[in-house]
């Protein structure tokens, strides 16, 4: 059977889902959705996409449609994701589930009202670099004393990754945040306990902090302290660094070294070394297997508990 996969969001992220798409056997992208006529019509044509809609609407009217992924704008994500569930699609949705908790639990009511299959895009779960460390948590080999992560943009103006003009506003904390609260919790095994926040100014015309520092603890006594940043004017990205009982690892991206920085072979782990085709291989499996996938909108839900407690702390 070929899932037939309708795409909301043709710009930076949503070409990296097409290009993992491309690659998986059995789906095929039936419609794109786009804020822009024009460019949505010129990405479907790159990729052979037959139906082009600038509403989220034309293509859950679509009865082909199996399936959606959602690489929307945050603020969107949460409504759409309950528009798909109630039009009878499965849905993934980008990273954050929602830019609040009250929206989070109405995802997960959502998904058991339907009973379609919903997951959300946190995928450090599936790169290579981090299914290799689980491995070894997993099996006894290592276990997780202290986490420190960095996650570094230059992002002063609403530009995406191609240096397009964004129609709104990133978040440190709902989004960014979000893959490595979830993270900590998923390799520790552990929820998380206690966490405090401090941020920067804000931005005068952006209106969000520029600059923030987290910290955690799980249940099972280990720490992670996690630094953001949209001003970094240099390395860019979110580097992961495990300090752990039998060794040190850091993660970048899909890559993973040794505290001494020798690289570590993780070609082995999984069938490719690309982190979002891992996970939409992992949304049409559960699809096909009529299982609850990894990241499940329900799995992920405690990490957006944490994200309330912290942001509550900010602004008090």
Not at 52 to 73: H, M, N, R
């Amino acid at each position: 059977m070929t899932i037939q996969v309708a795409l909301a969001g043709a710009g930076a992220f949503g070409i990296k889902h097409l290009d993992a798409i491309a690659r998986i056997a059995d789906v095929k992208v039936v419609s794109l959705v786009g804020r822009e006529r024009g460019k949505t019509e010129e990405v479907a044509s790159k990729y052979g996409i037959p139906h082009v809609a600038t509403d989220l609407a034309g293509s859950l009217a679509l009865k082909e449609v199996d399936a959606v992924i959602l690489c929307t704008p945050t603020q969107m994500h949460a409504e759409q994701a309950i528009a798909c569930l109630q039009a009878g699609k499965h849905v993934q949705v980008e990273i954050p589930l929602a830019d609040s908790l009250r929206d989070a639990y109405r995802v997960v009511e959502a998904q058991k009202t339907s009973g379609r299959v919903a997951m959300c895009g946190h995928t450090r779960r599936f790169n290579p670099s981090h299914q290799w460390v689980r491995r070894r948590i997993t099996a006894g080999e290592f276990a997780i004393q202290q986490m420190d992560v960095q996650t570094y943009f230059f992002r002063r103006t609403n530009m995406n990754a191609l240096g397009q003009p964004r129609s709104w506003t990133d978040h440190l904390l709902w989004h960014h945040a979000a893959h490595t609260v979830d993270l900590f919790a998923y390799q520790c095994g552990s929820p998380v306990v206690r966490g405090h926040a401090v941020q920067g100014p804000i931005h005068p015309e952006l209106g969000i902090a520029m600059d923030m520092s987290i910290q955690l603890k799980a249940a099972s006594g280990a720490i992670c302290t996690l630094s953001l940043s949209f001003n970094n004017d240099g390395p860019l990205g979110t580097f992961f660094r495990y300090i752990g009982t039998t060794g040190t690892y850091i993660a970048r991206y899909d890559d993973l070294f040794t505290g001494k920085d020798e690289k570590i072979d993780v070609s082995g782990v999984d069938v490719s070394l690309n982190g979002i085709e891992l996970q939409d291989r992992e949304f049409f499996a559960a699809i096909r297997e009529r299982r609850e996938p990894n990241a499940s909108v329900a799995q992920v839900l405690p990490c957006y508990e944490v994200l309330h407690d912290l942001e509550r702390q900010l602004a008090a």
